[in-house]
């Protein structure tokens, strides 16, 4: 009986450890993993349809293409995206109001308006105006935008994580506001904006799949091909599914791991 | 507004300690002395030199004092040492090994060479405000300003963050204090004065004011704190 509690129950009467015994996170993860199966097989057991992996199994290599071009994009708008959203909150605590109105206009227009209608204003009229012809520097720029509006957010809320005392005493000693955010306040608020980042590159990833409507190669756009050529309908959005999932898990499990470890040490 | 009217001249002397009621604008005439509040209006004067209130020279001003505050002085991510060599390099232009040795040496003056490779949340609250009064002191300021540097002590470590205050004192550091602590004020006091409702009550020389109050508020104050 014990042992069956032991294996259901999260302990945690008093003396007992918080987290559960590694066979009981085996069989539990197992049998979550089971259920989620035998939930899907029901449902496309109650469809008739038949099954043709063979036809899209010769296309193997766009989703291996696709994925790549998938990650490449997604990783370049993160990076791009820091720059931008660091720029963004700066702006939104500088002196000039100009630069403060600026950008808390424009974290509220991206947010508050959807990523596709974002892709098509931005490829068919600004990359246009701007006769910036390639369409993956596009593509990357546009959600290089789009997230840098989260991640301002994001990088905001860290800095003013660190509190008033803090800066306060770095005034005291005679810091310049540069030394300030240099020495005192990125080092802190970095602990705050590090896990929030990992979770916005998970939303960018899926993000990115937005972009096949401008007919950037990357994933989706690929497995839409497929589908076309084939004449499938599952056969190709399965294999995206899990190709989105191998790249966000693991991401979402390190932010999880950040989470935790910046939690405890502060 | 938080303070009113006050007209304050000390003359020559080393030790200052404001008293009085929560909310009476003691800490806020400290932070404006310490060049890290804007008085709306009048004038700040140390050793005959008016404070410019623009922040270009209030950088410069900030640097020749050395101030401690209540809690959340010492910035967690950065060990004691780091603590304290931080603004001797960035700010005073020391060497690094300089700023080291001149830290290390101070931290052994004040017993806690132990702690010097330590972070924040491994100290005790007192051994940090005493790392916090290192800190301030490694600059060798012309004034040393502490905001009510023990008010979130319990007593035994308030006593050895005290202590360190008075042997500053006997080495003849110029000081300004903000405290609750009156058995310290009275013993560490040149001057006391004591602020209620953002004005100047009554100053004059610590024994004085502390023994033979002249203001009826004053000395309401003083029995009701005392009595315990």
Known sequence: MNRLKRFILLQSSPGDSASPRW?????????SFLILVSLFYFAFSQVTYQWAWGSVARYWYKFVYGWGVTVGISFLALAASL??????????RSRILILRYFSKMYVEVVRGTPLLVQILIFFYVVAESLQVRNRYVVGVLILAFFSAAYICEIIRGGIESVGRSQIDSARAVGLTRTQTYRYVIFPQAIR??????????VSLIKDSSLLSIISIREFTLNAQEVNAFTYSAFESYLPLAVGYL?????????????ERKYRFET | MVLDAVTLDTGDMHSLVFIGPSGGGKSTLLRIIGGLEVPDGGTVWVDGVQVSYSEADLIQYRRRLGMVFQAFNLFPHMTALQNITLPLEKVHGYSRSRAEDTGLQLLRRFHLEAHAHKRPAELSGGQRQRVAIVRAVSVKPRILLFDEPTSALDPEMTAEVLEVIEELKHEGRDMILVTHEMGFARAAAEQVVFLAEGRVVEHGEGSRIMVTPRQPVTREFLSKVMRY
């Not at chain 1, 720059?83 to 939104?92: E, I, M, R």
């Open chain 1, 83 to 92: 720059v931008v959203g660091l720029a963004f909150a700066l702006a939104q």
């Open chain 1, 192 to 201: 705050q904006i590090l896990p929030s980042l990992t979770g916005q590159w």
């Open chain 1, 23 to 31: 066979p009981a996170i085996a069989g539990n993860l197992t049998l």
């Open chain 1, 246 to 258: 191998l790249l966000t898990l693991p991401i979402s499990m390190w932010t999880r791991r950040l």
